[in-house]
């Protein structure tokens, strides 16, 4: 809370301070995110892990807007004439009573109390509202993709479900991984930890990319002023998201059929040669994050 008169001098300066440390926290927020995500792992608790965060970054931009708004307070007061901080003047000195200070601390404990209940109250209407507004939106995208997906997944012979992968840039990759290891670990000579395997098979993406560049390079999403080694590069060892494209060449590396489950199809998308061998299956969801498109591993119900 803002208890002291902010340095600035005029509405404008301190104005100017307030955005530039909206635009800081900002940064500081998907930075925060997208460290987590990164590290949380997958499962249910990799998921509370990313939510806790986001919600923590909600937390600090409340935080910081009542900060900015106490102090836009105490400089119109000041600027008003009205109330100035006690450290901005001189005070004569004065003899205070034994009862004086007992009286002045119970005042400033109840009024510290009222602001955290005030805080709290704030806190409570907020997460209300947002509750109230989730009810009457109805069903999210991802809830109706994901129950329409369980349709698709449902009737398969055997019936199938959506494995979670985390969301972190490598979920294509990671749900190849899973699925190799679960159904095919034939295609893939990697005795690393499990957990890492995604960066065995970026690799094999990468160097068929690189293998039958005629194929491939025309479907590329070339960054600016990027050639087709760039992009096998990041597919090799950054955390650029992998699409069908890249789906593609890992079923050509792998001579392996991958099948794609999404809502709105009755029969997945297949890729890859036309072998008897099992399948690698995944789902590919619109929805499913607020960052966009994901891929997860699909396994038997």
């Not at 100017?16 to 460290?35: K, P, Y």
């Not at 003047?89 to 955290?116: F, I």
């Not at 005795?191 to 479907?219: H, T, W």
């Not at 950054?238 to 709105?264: H, I, N, Y």
Request: net charge negative; charged share 40%; with cysteine.
């Amino acid at each position: 809370m803002a208890d002291e008169l902010p340095p600035e001098k005029t509405q404008e300066e301190l104005e100017e301070r307030h955005e530039r440390e909206v635009q800081e926290l900002e940064e500081r927020s998907t930075q925060h995110v997208a460290q987590v995500t990164e590290s949380a792992g997958k499962g249910k608790k990799g998921k509370q892990l990313i939510e806790a965060a986001q919600r923590e970054v909600e937390q600090w931009d409340y935080d910081l807007r009542e900060k900015h708004r106490e102090e836009l307070e105490l400089l119109m007061d000041s600027l008003n004439g009205g109330p100035k901080d006690v450290a901005t003047e001189e005070k004569p000195e004065v003899k205070v009573t034994e009862e004086d200070e007992a009286e002045k601390a119970r005042r400033k404990k109840e009024k510290a109390q009222k602001k955290r209940q005030a805080k709290a109250d704030k806190e409570a209407q907020r997460e209300a509202e947002k509750e109230r507004e989730k009810l009457e939106a109805g069903p999210s995208a991802r809830d109706v993709e994901l129950e329409a997906l369980h349709g698709v997944l449902s009737v398969q012979k055997p019936p199938l479900k959506v494995l979670e992968i985390p969301s972190d840039g490598h979920c294509l990759y990671r749900s190849i991984a899973d699925q190799v290891r679960r159904v095919r670990p034939d295609l893939c000579d990697y005795q690393g930890p499990a957990d890492e395997m995604y960066r065995e098979v970026r690799r094999i993406c990468a160097k068929s990319l690189r293998g039958d560049m005629e194929n491939y390079a025309p479907f590329a999403e070339l960054k600016d002023g990027g050639d087709f080694e760039g992009y096998c590069q990041r597919v090799e060892s950054s955390a650029d998201w992998g699409g069908e494209l890249e789906l593609r060449a890992l079923a050509d590396a792998m001579k392996v059929r991958v099948q794609v489950f999404q809502a709105g199809s009755d029969q997945p998308l297949v890729l890859g040669a036309a072998v008897k061998a099992a399948p690698l299956q995944v789902s590919f969801h619109r929805h499913y994050y607020a960052l966009g498109e994901h891929y997860n591993s699909v396994v038997p119900a």
